[in-house]
């Protein structure tokens, strides 16, 4: 009871205000993004576009962020790579939140043998080395940016069933769910339509948190050179492309080490607000 009631308690004015400003800014931050990915023609330059003649540059008024070795435009190669960069990410999440979800629900009310099989080869997958796994799987092979989005979709599977069969094991004992199973539901109903919903909040969490780990993987694999392809507007790419420019043009590692680093963790602020504001819906009811 003292649990319940300490969630269940309002929070003060003033903290309530600061976590709604802040999920504002960050959804005003990814929504800038999402433009720039829906619309990269937004660029001024050609992203692909190199200019031998120009070279490395610092920035200009022609070039804001200036230009790369090849003499390309980094805020053009920028906008076009935020694409790159969610695009990925966003199929990686489907992936993992369809078959993390499925597998985390039967396991945890289905129990016994079921859970067990699950549960164990979570365990196994949960065991490897994740970043090892992915290079070593995706240079087998041949690499190249989807490669690695199917690798880390199934890869993430794993981490998203532990969480949400965690969550619907705290549902099994409640008495909606001891009232269902006394009417006789079948468990694939009492999944779908009564425990699910309930979980939903923990769901939509994982799923902003699972973004944000494939945003970071993905762009880390591009940097080691198992991502995007050679020449692509990506932002892990793009910093290991000009990481031995820093000195003569720090935009050029900056500004897409900056934007990896602020959208992940706006969507995990964003996530966090998002299941607060759900879980006292939840309460609330």
Request: proline share 5%; glycine share 10%; hydrophobic share 55%.
């Amino acid at each position: 009871m003292t649990e319940v009631s300490e969630r269940a308690a309002p929070r003060r004015p003033g903290t309530a205000n600061r976590s709604d400003v802040t999920a504002g800014l960050c959804f005003a931050f990814l929504a800038a993004i999402c433009a720039l990915a829906l619309v990269p023609s937004m660029a001024p330059y050609d992203a692909m576009g190199a200019n031998l003649t120009l070279g490395l540059s610092s920035p200009s008024e022609s070039h804001w962020l200036g230009t790369d070795a090849l003499g390309r435009d980094i805020l053009s190669r920028v906008i076009v790579g935020a694409r790159a960069a969610l695009l990925g990410p966003l199929i990686v999440t489907l992936v993992s939140m369809t078959f993390g979800n499925a597998l985390g629900l039967i396991a945890g009310c289905r129990g016994g043998w079921v859970d067990s099989v699950i549960m164990r080869w979570v365990d196994l997958m949960l065991a490897l080395p994740g970043l090892l796994v992915a290079v070593v799987v995706i240079g087998a092979l041949g690499g190249g940016y989807w490669v690695a989005v199917a690798v880390l979709g199934v890869l993430l599977v794993p981490f998203d069933a532990r969480v949400i069969r965690g969550a619907a094991l705290e549902q099994m004992p409640r008495p909606y769910v001891e009232a269902a199973r006394t009417l006789g539901v079948p468990w694939w109903r009492l999944t779908l339509f009564h425990v699910w919903p309930n979980v939903s909040a923990v769901t939509v969490a994982n799923t902003f948190l699972v973004f944000a780990m494939a945003l970071v993987s993905l762009s880390g694999l591009s940097f080691l050179g198992f991502g995007a392809d050679a020449g692509q507007p990506d932002w892990g790419l793009m910093i290991a492309e000009n990481r031995t420019n820093l000195f003569e043009n720090p935009a050029s590692v900056v500004a897409p080490g900056c934007l990896l680093i602020l959208t992940a963790t706006c969507v995990n602020l964003l996530g966090d607000w998002v299941y607060q504001r759900l879980s006292e819906r939840g309460l609330s009811r």
